[in-house]
C-alpha cells in the first residue's frame, strides 16, 4: 500500500445481521462516519426490517437481504463480494454487537502506514468486553498475532482475491480463525493494533471466574454454539496442525470449556450432547450447516 495515500482508500464495513435488536442501530453510528459504505447483510429468517428501515434514507448503506441464516462465512463473502464491486480497499468485517471508538478505524488504518508491509493482511482492534475493560499499559503498539475475531478486522481485499473467500462450510464459529491461519500459512501477517479500540459483547454473560488459583471464563454459549465451536476447532486444528501453539493452546481451551460447562452453566446435559455430536460430525466430515435430529433420522 502507499503510505501517501492509505487516507484515500475506500472502506466498506460489512455486519452481519442475525435478529438484530435496537442496539445495533446504536452499534453500527458508532463506525458509519469513519468508512465509506456499510452493508448490511441480514441472515434473519423471517427478517423484521426495522434496523434497515432506520438506515432507507442513507446512500451510504447497502441492505441485503438473504431471507434465511446463510452462516457468517456466507454473509462475509457477500459482504466482501459487494464491497468489491464498489471498488472499495479495505473491508471492515464487524458483528452486531460490536460498538467502535470514535477513531478506531482511523488508527487501524495507521497500521498500515507504521508498518509498511505489503504482507500485512488484517490490522485489528483490541476487544474491550465484561471481563476486559482497557488494554494493559504495557502492551506494544502493535502485536502479531496468529488470529484474531471477526469483528473490527480491517482486511485489504487485494488478499482477500488472492487467499479465497471464508470457508462456509464452518457456517459459524472458527471461521475468522481458519481465515488467519490460512493468510498465515501464505506468508501474510496478522497484527493486532492494541490502540485501536471496540467493545464487543460476547456470549451471554461473559463471566470471569478463579478456581483453584487458576482463572476461567464462563461464557454460555447456547447448546448449537457449542456444537459448530466443537466440530469447527477440532477441523481446525486438524487441518493447521503445523501452528503448534494455537492447536495445544485451543486444546487446553478445550477442556476448559469443558470444566465450566459442567461446574457453572446451564443446560449442561444439551451442551454436552451437541459438544459430542460436533466431534462426531467432525469425525464422518459433516461440515456446513447442523441438521436438525429429525432430518438425520430420515
Not at 119 to 144: M, Q
Not at 268 to 281: E, P, R
Request: contains cysteine; glycine residues 4%.
Amino acid at each position: 500500500m502507499d503510505k501517501k495515500d492509505i487516507y484515500d482508500y475506500i472502506v466498506a464495513a460489512v455486519v452481519v445481521l442475525y435478529f438484530p435488536d435496537e442496539s445495533v442501530y446504536d452499534n453500527i453510528n458508532s463506525y458509519i462516519n469513519q468508512v465509506d459504505i456499510v452493508i448490511l447483510v441480514d441472515n434473519t429468517d423471517n427478517p423484521g426490517s426495522s434496523i434497515i428501515e432506520k438506515f432507507s434514507s442513507d446512500e451510504r448503506v447497502v441492505p441485503i437481504v438473504n431471507g434465511a441464516n446463510l452462516g457468517i462465512a456466507n454473509a462475509l463473502n457477500i459482504g466482501a463480494q459487494e464491497a468489491i464491486l464498489r471498488g472499495c480497499d479495505l473491508l471492515l468485517t464487524m458483528d452486531q454487537d460490536s460498538c467502535a471508538s470514535s477513531v478506531m478505524v482511523a488508527t487501524l488504518k495507521e497500521g498500515y502506514i507504521a508498518l509498511e508491509d505489503d504482507s500485512l493482511a488484517i490490522v485489528s482492534p483490541f476487544h474491550l468486553t465484561s471481563i476486559v475493560n482497557a488494554p494493559d499499559s504495557s502492551l506494544p503498539k502493535y502485536e502479531e498475532v496468529e488470529s484474531v475475531w471477526t469483528s473490527g478486522n480491517l482486511l485489504r481485499l487485494s488478499l482477500y482475491k488472492d487467499i479465497g473467500t471464508f470457508k462456509e462450510d464452518l457456517f459459524i464459529d472458527f471461521v475468522d480463525h481458519e481465515y488467519c491461519l490460512r493468510l498465515k500459512r501464505k506468508g501474510y501477517r496478522v497484527v493486532q493494533s492494541n490502540f485501536a479500540i471496540l467493545r464487543h459483547n460476547i456470549g451471554t454473560n461473559l463471566r470471569e471466574i478463579r478456581f483453584c488459583f487458576v482463572s476461567l471464563k464462563v461464557s454460555n454459549h447456547s447448546s448449537l454454539r457449542r456444537y459448530y465451536i466443537t466440530r469447527n476447532r477440532f477441523w481446525v486444528t486438524r487441518e493447521y496442525k503445523e501452528f503448534r501453539k494455537f492447536c495445544l493452546v485451543d486444546l487446553c481451551r478445550f477442556w476448559a470449556e469443558f470444566f465450566t460447562i459442567g461446574f457453572f452453566e446451564k443446560n449442561k446435559f444439551a451442551k454436552f450432547k451437541m459438544i459430542i455430536l460436533g466431534y462426531w460430525d467432525y469425525r464422518i466430515g459433516k461440515m456446513g450447516k447442523f441438521e436438525s435430529f429429525a432430518s438425520r433420522n430420515r
